[in-house]
């Protein structure tokens, strides 16, 4: 007897820290939303799209990524991420993609990598930073 009321406490344990789990990652705070999952996806795109043309040193290729990943820092779907938990991490990234702009422009692409380093790293900063408030709330 003794055997199986211990079994149905460890039941109902268990039940309850499922309970308990789902409610605390109910509230948890998105990576992405609905609305900004597409950027997101737009961004890595062009993203990829630079490292393709600094490792084949293609200049038009360079100068229409980076003109399109700053294009996305101007979209009002961007705005949504300008939040006090994410400001530093969206100015990092604003600098970067300005610096890797302009180095494209000059057709530096030492200075372009440099920047696509500082892009990449950026944006590797935010998404854990929004992992971490995930994880504190």
Avoid at 8 to 25: H, K, N, Q
Avoid at 56 to 83: C, F, H, V
Avoid at 107 to 128: E, I, M
Wanted: glycine letters at 6%.
């Amino acid at each position: 007897m003794e055997d199986t009321s211990q079994g149905d406490e460890m039941r109902i344990g268990r039940g309850m820290l499922a309970i308990a789990l789902v409610i605390l990652f109910a509230n948890a705070a998105p990576a992405q939303t609905a609305r900004t999952a597409p950027m997101m996806r737009e961004k890595l795109t062009h993203a990829q799209g630079v490292l393709e043309a600094l490792t084949t040193s293609n200049y038009d290729l360079l100068g229409r990524e980076a003109a399109a990943l700053s294009r996305i820092t101007q979209s009002p779907r961007w705005s949504e991420l300008k939040t006090k938990e994410l400001r530093v991490q969206v100015e990092d990234f604003l600098k970067s993609v300005n610096d890797l702009d302009a180095a494209s422009k000059r057709r530096d692409l030492d200075g372009a990598a440099a920047s696509y380093g500082a892009v990449v790293s950026s944006c590797y900063q935010c998404h854990r930073r929004l992992k971490d408030l995930r994880i504190a709330r």
